[in-house]
T-cell receptor, first 114, second 115 residues
Framework: AQSVTQLGSHVSVSEGALVLLRCNYS??????LFWYVQYPNQGLQLLLK??????LVKGINGFEAEFKKSETSFHLTKPSAHMSDAAEYFC????????????FGSGTRLQVQP | EPEVTQTPSHQVTQMGQEVILRCVPI?????FYWYRQILGQKVEFLVS????????KSEIFDDQFSVERPDGSNFTLKIRSTKLEDSAMYFC?????????????FGPGTRLTVT
C-alpha cells in the first residue's frame, strides 16, 4: 500500500520569501512522486515529477523538489514566492508494480502575503 | 499544447438519476483515469482504463459506476443512480503508454451536485 502525508494544510508566506511545502510518502516499492498545483476553480496541473532519475527535480514556475529516500520525503521548494503562486498543492505517489493509480496527499493551501 | 477536456463543467442532478460525465483525453494517450474530489477532501482514484477494459479500480468504484470509451476520442463515467454523497468534483486524466511515463494529465473537472 502507498500513502502520502502533507504536513501543514495551510502555509502562509510573504511575497519574496522561501516556499517550503512538505511531503512524506510511504511505499513498499520504489516510488514515482509528483507535485500538482490546483488554482481556484481549475483542474490539477503537473508541477514536477520524480521517476528514479535525478533526485533533485526542477519543475515549472521556479519550483523544485528533492527526493530523499532515507527520509521518505519529497518536499517542494521555491526560493522566492510570487503572488501568483497562491494555490493548493498536492503531492502524489505511484509505483506499485502494475499500478498506475495516483495516491494523493490531502493538499496544502499556499497563501502569499504582499 | 494538447489538453484533456471535460464536459459539462457543472452538472446538477436529482438523487436517483443517472449521469454521464464526458472526457476527451489527449489524443495519443492510451491510459485513462477518473478521480474524484469531495469538497474539502483529498483527490481519490476511482478507475483506470486501458485497451478497452478496466485495468484497476478502487473500492469507491462499485456497481453504480461504469466507464466506457464509446468511440476513438471520448471516455465517459456513468453513475447509474446518484446519491447525495456522489456530489464531488470529478477529474478525468490520461497518460501515455510507456511504463516509464507515469505522469498523468488532468482535465479541468466536472462539478457534480446531487440534490
Amino acid at each position: 500500500a502507498q500513502s502520502v502525508t502533507q504536513l501543514g494544510s495551510h502555509v502562509s508566506v510573504s511575497e519574496g520569501a522561501l516556499v517550503l511545502l512538505r511531503c512524506n510518502y510511504s511505499s513498499s516499492v520504489p516510488p514515482y512522486l509528483f507535485w500538482y498545483v490546483q488554482y481556484p476553480n481549475q483542474g490539477l496541473q503537473l508541477l514536477l515529477k520524480y521517476t528514479s532519475a535525478a533526485t533533485l527535480v526542477k519543475g515549472i514556475n521556479g519550483f523544485e523538489a528533492e527526493f530523499k529516500k532515507s527520509e521518505t520525503s519529497f518536499h517542494l521548494t521555491k526560493p522566492s514566492a510570487h503572488m501568483s503562486d497562491a494555490a493548493e498543492y498536492f503531492c502524489a505517489v505511484t509505483g506499485d508494480t502494475g499500478r498506475r493509480a495516483l495516491t494523493f496527499g490531502s493538499g496544502t493551501r499556499l497563501q502569499v502575503q504582499p | 499544447e494538447p489538453e484533456v477536456t471535460q464536459t459539462p463543467s457543472h452538472q446538477v442532478t436529482q438523487m436517483g438519476q443517472e449521469v454521464i460525465l464526458r472526457c476527451v483525453p489527449i489524443s495519443n494517450h492510451l491510459y485513462f483515469y477518473w478521480y474524484r474530489q469531495i469538497l474539502g477532501q483529498k483527490v481519490e482514484f476511482l478507475v483506470s482504463f486501458y485497451n478497452n477494459e478496466i485495468s484497476e479500480k478502487s473500492e469507491i468504484f462499485d456497481d453504480q459506476f461504469s466507464v466506457e470509451r464509446p468511440d476513438g476520442s471520448n471516455f465517459t463515467l456513468k453513475i447509474r443512480s446518484t446519491k447525495l454523497e456522489d456530489s464531488a468534483m470529478y477529474f478525468c486524466a490520461s497518460s501515455e503508454a510507456p511504463r516509464s511515463s507515469y505522469e498523468q494529465y488532468f482535465g479541468p473537472g466536472t462539478r457534480l451536485t446531487v440534490t
